[in-house]
């Protein structure tokens, strides 16, 4: 007895090199580019107010926990992040998801760090600066982390392995 394989021809090469309209995807891709480069200074202004809004939200945090300002600032950085790729600034982004997760943790075991909260944001408020902008990657991702053992220490025990 013989088998014959037949392989389908794959499309994705095809239709990738095609154009769709008029347009192909590599210029499609291109011209998105541009318009991004186009609102890097936009998004960079937007992503400073946000560094703002997040340290006026935890300067006014009390000294015991209470849900609804942790609320708020969790709403100010969930609503940023995504903006620091477009700036230029994605370390912002990483910073602004791991003050998010600080946050969870946080409200979930009910407990309070100030500090720990506090060092999220003002990490934020130097990668969304202008002297942020002119830190080299491996600066960023030393900060980054630092960032990352503050919340190591709320991060669920590890499961045991089976």
Sequence with gaps: MSATITYPKLKLATQLRE???SMTVVDAVQTANANLRDLREDC??????????????????PTQFDATPMAD?????????????VCGAPGADTALVSLCDLLDRLSTSRRWD?????????????LASDSGQDLDAAAVRHILAGLQKVSARYAPPAAAAG
């Design 114 to 126: 100030l500090e720990a909260v506090g060092v999220h944001v003002q990490t934020l408020q130097l």
């Design 44 to 61: 960079l202004t937007e992503l400073q107010a946000a560094a703002g809004a997040a340290m006026a939200a935890y300067q006014r945090f």
């Design 73 to 85: 600032l969790y709403g100010i950085a969930a609503r940023a992040i995504g903006v620091g790729a």
């Design 19 to 21: 154009s769709a309209g």
